[in-house]
């Protein structure tokens, strides 16, 4: 039987850390990304501040390597967009 390394047991404590710590940024990366969606579909006073908001943990996300910094790219060009477009 194959003898198990501490350096093993550590990597698996630590990678399920982090790997709940990612998720819940994530969960919170879209509930905030839908909040402020959901406020420029309903064409709400309080969407301009949402969207810096969103804006600003999806940086951090992408900072953090959380999520790629492309997807983030993308994520705030189409959310500038369609608050553009429902300004307009």
Do not use: P
Not at 23 to 36: N, S
Not at 46 to 60: F, G, Q, T, V
Request: charged fraction near 40%.
């Amino acid at each position: 039987m194959a003898q198990r390394l501490k350096s093993g047991k550590k990597r698996v404590r630590s990678s399920k850390k982090r790997k709940a710590r990612n998720l819940e940024a994530k969960l919170a990366l879209k509930k905030v990304f839908k909040a402020a969606e959901k406020a420029i579909v309903s064409k709400l006073a309080e969407a301009d501040s949402l969207i810096k908001k969103a804006i600003s943990i999806l940086d951090k996300a992408a900072e953090r390597g959380i999520v790629h910094k492309n997807k983030v790219a993308r994520k705030k060009s189409r959310l500038q967009r369609k608050y553009n477009k429902s300004k307009a």
